[in-house]
């Protein structure tokens, strides 16, 4: 049984990758949008929002099997993005 700790933890950690999950999404926008402006921004973002989260990440009580599952799940996240952005931009690019 998990205790109320626990689910805190990964309550808040979970809301946190989401929130980085949103940036690239919203930074995906401004690419697909051609603005400058726009995408220096969410790279800059995105940039800060990576680090804050692994900075935050080594502070927590995590197991190393925690962490990776956290971090798999992340990665994949932001591979579907990647890829969607991808067929976006050459639909985009092809129109």
């Known amino acids: ?6 689910k805190k933890l990964y309550f808040y950690t979970g809301l946190g990758y989401i929130g980085v999950f ?3 999404f919203i930074g995906l926008r401004f690419i697909l949008a051609s603005d400058f402006i726009g995408q220096f921004l969410a790279l ?3 940039l800060a929002l990576v680090s804050y989260i692994r900075y935050a990440e080594s502070e ?10 956290f971090t798999g799940i992340y990665y994949i996240l932001l591979l579907i993005i990647v890829v969607i952005g991808a067929f976006l931009i050459y639909i985009k690019i092809n129109m």
């Open 60 to 69: 927590l009580p995590f197991t190393r099997k925690e962490k990776r599952v």
């Open 22 to 24: 949103l940036v690239a």
């Open 1 to 6: 049984m998990m205790t109320e700790e626990k």
């Open 44 to 46: 800059l973002t995105i």
